[in-house]
């Protein structure tokens, strides 16, 4: 009887813990889902409003759409990067079956690339030339040194909303690719 109690108890305590590491692993899969809308909802609507933006000539419409991007890069695109990375990285380190996964590496890797690339060409660009509208708009500067980065904006935005499309592709088809040695 002792015995079958000490079995019936690690089954249980299994049980348990196979149930914490799925409630884990879904909660994972959930932010780092979340995280991915939102960046590339961010980084839709800051080409959206790349292409809608007056020239700086109209320095008040300029201004505030400049300032509405700085926004969005500061609240909306940098947190939901950061999820998307940190939820996506622990995803692979707490579920074995993605350790030798070459879709997973890929992913990986392509999210390390566009954290720095996001803020090196969206997050840093666009706080400063909200910045610099404002004080364009202040009279501190002057206004024909603004929009000079706009064309190299809107290059690394569509090349990051394509690297993310593209790593939605790979989580969702999990191509077979060579595995990693051990």
Same mark, same amino acid.
């Given at each position: 009887?002792?015995?079958?109690?000490?079995?019936?108890?690690?089954?249980?305590?299994?049980?348990?813990?196979?149930?914490?590491?799925? =409630?884990?692993?879904? +909660?994972?899969?959930?932010?780092?889902?979340? *995280?991915?809308? %939102?960046? /590339?909802?961010?980084? #839709?609507?800051?080409?959206?409003?790349?292409?809608?933006?007056?020239?700086?000539?109209?320095?008040?419409?300029?201004?505030?759409?400049?300032?509405?991007?700085?926004?969005?890069?500061?609240?909306?695109?940098?947190?939901?990067?950061?999820?998307?990375?940190?939820?996506?990285?622990?995803?692979?380190?707490?579920?074995?079956?993605?350790?030798?996964?070459?879709?997973?590496?890929?992913?990986? =890797?392509?999210?390390? +690339?566009?954290?720095?690339?996001?803020?090196? *060409?969206?997050? %840093?660009? /666009?706080?400063?030339? #909200?910045?610099?509208?404002?004080?364009?708009?202040?009279?501190?500067?002057?206004?024909?040194?603004?929009?000079?980065?706009?064309?190299?904006?809107?290059?690394?935005?569509?090349?990051?909303?394509?690297?993310?499309?593209?790593?939605?592709?790979?989580?969702?088809?999990?191509?077979?690719?060579?595995?990693?040695?051990?």
């Amino acid at each position: 009887p002792a015995a079958s109690l000490t079995a019936a108890l690690a089954v249980a305590m299994h049980w348990r813990t196979e149930r914490r590491r799925d =409630a884990v692993r879904k +909660l994972l899969k959930f932010l780092h889902i979340i *995280g991915a809308i %939102g960046l /590339m909802g961010a980084m #839709a609507s800051l080409l959206v409003l790349l292409s809608f933006a007056p020239p700086p000539t109209s320095l008040d419409g300029y201004a505030l759409v400049r300032g509405a991007m700085g926004a969005i890069a500061t609240w909306i695109f940098l947190p939901s990067l950061g999820l998307t990375l940190i939820a996506g990285l622990l995803a692979i380190a707490f579920n074995s079956g993605f350790h030798n996964a070459g879709w997973a590496w890929v992913k990986a =890797a392509s999210g390390i +690339l566009v954290f720095e690339s996001g803020f090196v *060409g969206v997050l %840093g660009p /666009m706080q400063r030339e #909200a910045e610099r509208s404002g004080k364009a708009l202040a009279g501190e500067i002057d206004p024909a040194t603004l929009a000079m980065s706009l064309g190299a904006e809107r290059g690394t935005l569509w090349i990051l909303l394509v690297v993310a499309a593209a790593n939605v592709v790979l989580g969702v088809w999990r191509p077979r690719l060579p595995r990693l040695p051990r």
